[in-house]
């Protein structure tokens, strides 16, 4: 009866409460292992958990002292990692941070690198005083769609809606809004942990669906022909095992008045969250997804304080956010990513880029 009374705790605190009122109850709580319960009832994901660790028990083991961890030892540890995690996806993600590390393949690219997924990492419509968007190739049939693929920041993210800015082609007449009809997020890691770096060197311009292993799937959101950064939140935080994301866009409306052709294009996409890294980490094990949780209680301080300190700051401009992603496509336009090379653009002052419009207008 106690156990079925305490499983209904939601909050990560009133099991924490709870294992805090007596050395009884502290004994029932981690015996029953009620956190880990509760993270397995909020984050389903978390079920492909093989094993915990933490260096102070792999120092034990390599010492050859294992056998001196007795049940109830694991019993605590296994307790305050998961304790420490709840508090982690709860407390962390009330404060939300962009989560894409670099962008990894596009499933189609009308011209290559100048309409590359590498432009969507920018957070405006322009760079170098060219259009900055990513453009699909034409298709006859409305209903084909493509897919975006994003590694994050950490291998362990909790990831709580994405944006999305369908491109306005500001230069063709009538300017048109390249979007979607809707869109649909999928997370998960590849198929082969041991052929992970395989992944880096898929060239951006081409699919890289079948790499991947897709363990969670969003609902469907209709998208609104609107130039702007649309929001497409979940229902509830999502945990991100693997650090991969993939971003379906699931059917055409716009043709291209020059081939007649439907195409999508997207000038910016942005994911919130936040990266459980470095505190928590994880290693896949099996292509079937099951994983290592690896916990850092010092680095979990760290953390904490660390976002404490983070929510009292000022939050960054729209200016400096543009020098990060900015910085970070011209890293991958450096020849840091396989198949990139450098873009031979000429920056145009205002007058000339007018000019250019006028005079031959860009075709997707």
Sequence with gaps: MSVNILTCLKDPADVV?????????????????????????????????????????????ANGVGSNNSSWDVLKRDHNVYASLLHAMTTLNTSLNGCIGYAVSASSTDRFPSESIVNTLTTKDRYLNR??????????????????????????????????????????????????????????????????????????????????????????????QENCLQQFKLQEPVLCIGGYLQIELLGRVQRQHTDNLFYICVSHVRVLGRPLCPAFDIEILDPSGKFALKYNPMVFGWMLRSFSDETNMTPVSSEEEVVEHVGLMGFLLGGYHAGIEAMPWEVMDDEEMDDEEMDEPVVL
């Design 17 to 61: 409460r709870a294992s805090s009122v007596s050395s009884l109850w502290r004994h029932f709580v981690i015996t029953n292992g009620l956190a880990k319960q509760l993270c397995l009832r909020k984050f389903p994901q978390l079920s492909k958990i093989a094993r915990v660790t933490e260096p102070d028990w792999i120092m034990t083991e």
């Design 131 to 224: 259009p900055s968007y990513w453009s699909s190739k034409g298709h006859a049939d409305p209903d084909a769609s493509e897919t975006l693929i994003y590694k994050l920041k950490a291998d362990l993210c909790v990831i709580s809606e994405i944006n999305i800015q369908p491109f306005e082609a500001f230069f063709q007449p009538g300017k048109p809004i390249y979007y979607a009809k809707s869109v649909r997020l999928r997370l998960g890691h590849p198929k082969n942990p041991e052929d992970e770096n395989d992944v880096l060197h898929v060239p951006l311009q081409q699919p890289a669906d079948d790499n991947f292993i897709w363990t969670y799937t969003s609902e469907v959101f209709p998208m609104a």
